[in-house]
């Protein structure tokens, strides 16, 4: 998403996950952190939270926000508000009418009809790959499967 958003390839991602919260029996991990290197020099940092309590009336609370050097913009709540931000002052919602076509009616249109694609293979699939890569290092690196605990030093 951190891709496709903003423009600009990713080149380098790390990230944290952790099964705190979990019940002893179940298995899974309810919450990770990545931090993301793109090419441009930007940074993205993305969290995800998959513990939702029953008397919780919020779901799929992602945000995504992008900053760059005249603003940012934003989504928040699962896409329900948006904003932009500029020296010229706040703006929101964000029109996002334009935006009527969802990603799977292209895919219907390449194979009914040879219709092109919004994006090369190589640029739909390179976020994966990278993601792909970040979860293997989480997974090989035994000493990032537990949380680290800093020590101040005393006064």
Same mark, same amino acid.
Request: net charge negative; glycine share 10%; proline share 5%.
């Given at each position: 998403?951190? &891709? ?5 390839r990713?080149r380098?991602? +790390?990230?944290? &996950?952790t ?6 029996k179940?298995?899974?991990?309810l919450?990770?952190a990545?931090?993301i290197a =793109?090419?441009?020099?930007?940074l ?6 998959y513990?939702? #309590?029953?008397?919780?009336? *919020?779901?799929?609370n ?5 900053f760059? $050097?005249?603003?940012f913009?934003? %989504? $928040? +709540?699962?896409g329900?508000r948006?904003?932009l *931000? $500029?020296?010229?002052?706040?703006f929101e919602?964000?029109? $996002?009418?334009?935006? +009527?076509?969802?990603? #799977? %009616? #292209?895919?219907?249109a ?6 092109a694609?919004?994006? %090369?293979?190589?640029e ?9 890569q970040a979860?293997?290092?989480?997974r090989s690196e035994?000493a990032?499967? %537990?949380?680290?605990?800093?020590e =101040?030093?005393?006064?």
């Amino acid at each position: 998403m951190v &891709e496709h958003a903003a423009g600009v390839r990713i080149r380098t991602i +790390d990230g944290w &996950e952790t099964a705190l919260g979990v019940p002893e029996k179940g298995e899974g991990r309810l919450a990770g952190a990545v931090q993301i290197a =793109l090419e441009n020099g930007g940074l993205a940092t993305v969290i995800m939270n998959y513990l939702n #309590f029953p008397a919780s009336k *919020v779901r799929n609370n992602e945000t995504l926000r992008i900053f760059g $050097t005249k603003g940012f913009v934003e %989504s $928040t +709540d699962g896409g329900t508000r948006t904003r932009l *931000v $500029t020296l010229a002052g706040a703006f929101e919602p964000l029109n $996002t009418s334009a935006a +009527d076509t969802d990603y #799977f %009616s #292209f895919i219907t249109a390449h194979l009914a009809m040879g219709a092109a694609m919004p994006l %090369s293979l190589e640029e739909e699939l390179h976020p994966l790959r990278m993601l792909l890569q970040a979860k293997q290092n989480i997974r090989s690196e035994p000493a990032r499967k %537990s949380s680290v605990q800093l020590e =101040l030093p005393q006064p």
